[in-house]
């Protein structure tokens, strides 16, 4: 390992200590957790899996059986064990980034702040920490993701290709869209990578047709319709109703303009949900910090990315890739990908993978801009590091974003919990469960008693990062 | 030669905004672990201002260990405003404008008898708040001196600041 390397994995694991200090300021959530919680732990293990097998919309048996496992192993402990967790979940997502990008010289290693505050910055990653469901599956299969790209980039070697199948079944298994990690595989094959193989890639290719036959075929489990939630279009959301009302017989329109506007959101960071928030809030002569400087750095580091594919387009061309250009084709294919399964609902966590793939390319397009532009006299290099400090301030503002986001949210979280009676009025049914009411005394415990609200910020300068 | 440099301030250039942006989280992280949290205006202070800052975990804890929701206290003078400085939890939650708040303080039986009701919903409809006003009174109509609950408690808070 060279002192670059070295350094950047030092860095990162800073990184990982500021996120994992708000991390873990963060409670377990009413909404979306202290439910799932509740029915997880009913029965068996066994017994929960085989249940979600037989569900309307949604198979997720593994991703159920992390939370029943996790509630097992606390014994009780639940902050401790869901939130530390979720840190650990950060730190391996932040190890395997730069087991990717590779940081070996000064130009790769000084990439390395870029690449994670695009990381953590990116609005497609809040959600898969301000969230938890109490297991985040969407973090899941970013990691997954990566762990996927580091087997297909390595040596060719047997289990790899088996730890790719194992990893494609779990990821799938646990929510919907693990299904892009067969995406990985198969795009770094078509650029060359080797670390599966050819009959390794075609059991990726198996393995959803299979799982594609077991969910539609066999157990007629569906995927949500226009129904199921209310979703973003144009500059506001609509609910179930206006949904249906607007393209229930003709849904492909719509569907449309969820794949387009997740491409946008990837590459943009606009429209958001599906909504043009800055847009209109532009139009309302009322934009906000924040939306100036999301939309600048992803503006930027999607230019340098083009500009990255522009310059290698003859190698390209020639079917010959070097390791960053199938990061950049892998990223490129993933958020094709992502878009695609984004047809029916388009939301900014669901996106994660391809906003984690978009950190990576945007590391790799820096790192080969500044090695391009390391010829020129300093004079000349005056306008390319003013751009590079443009894009950097960006993105850093967008990475403590992401931190005052956290803090947000745990206000957020402590205040359902003081008012989870009203919640509960609302959904009686989590009650009736037996060893409901201990649980949400001990939750209830851990957000407001033991875990109680830090100090409240005050201050102009959080409407900058209000996101 | 060139390249070195040229090369090193193309990193640094690259690197620095974040590099600080990181120091300035951890700083900040390791002042609020220090007890110095920078930029907040503090933790509440007792009861009656855990509501008027909105803050209904902390209330809950708060009563959770005894604090008095129907107990006079001192508040800071920007949690409710200058005029409105002693105030109990109930009535600070009318100044929250969140029902949910006085809902909760109701739930804990902080609402002890009638005329603490009376008092309540009369302050109510001097601040002005129809939806709390509709928790308070069920719907019913009830009779107030216009402006008498909430010159009580501007007198209460003026005394105080007398006092002092």
Known sequence: MTRWAKLSYAYAALVAVGVAYFLLDLPIQVSDCYGNMVKAAKGTLSQLVASEFHQQSYLRPLGWAQIRILLDLSQGRYFEWFRWWHAVQIVLLFVLFLRLVRPRTLASAAVVPLGMAALIGMHTFAGTVRESMPVNMFLMVLICAFAATDLALGPPRLWRSIAAALLLVFATLSVESGILVAVVFVAAYLVGARGVSRVGVAMQVLLVIGYLVLRFGILHIGSPGLEERTSGFGFSRLDPSALIEKFGTHPLPFYAYNIASSLLSIVVSEPREGVWVATRDFLRGDTRVFQVFNIVASALGSALIVRYIWRRRREWLARRFDRSDQLVFIFLAMAGANATVSFAYTKDMILATAGGFYAAALTVAARDFIESMSGLSLARAIAPMLFLVLLSTTWALRAVNAHMGLRIAAVKVRTEWAYVDSWLKENPEVLSEPGAAEMKRHLQDDAVRIHPLRPKLAGRWLEWFND | ?164
């Open chain 2, 1 to 164: 030669m060139t390249d070195t440099r040229t090369t090193t301030l193309l990193a640094v250039s690259v690197a620095t905004p974040i590099v600080l942006a990181t120091v300035a989280v951890l700083a900040f992280s390791g002042l609020e672990i220090a007890g110095r949290t920078p930029s907040a205006i503090g933790p509440p202070r007792n009861i009656a201002e855990a509501v008027g800052m909105g803050a209904p975990s902390e209330v809950l804890r708060l009563l959770d260990f005894g604090d008095d929701p129907n107990r006079v206290l001192s508040v800071r003078r920007e949690i409710i405003s200058s005029t409105i400085t002693r105030v109990t939890a109930l009535e600070a939650a009318i100044w929250s404008h969140h029902r949910e708040m006085m809902e909760l303080l109701d739930r804990r039986g902080a609402i002890v008898d009638g005329d603490t009701r009376q008092h309540l919903i009369c302050l109510t409809k001097d601040v002005g708040d129809a939806d709390i006003l509709a928790y308070l009174s069920g719907g019913r109509e009830v009779e107030c001196e216009q402006g008498r609950a909430l010159a009580m408690v501007e007198e209460r808070s003026r005394k105080s600041e007398q006092e002092r």
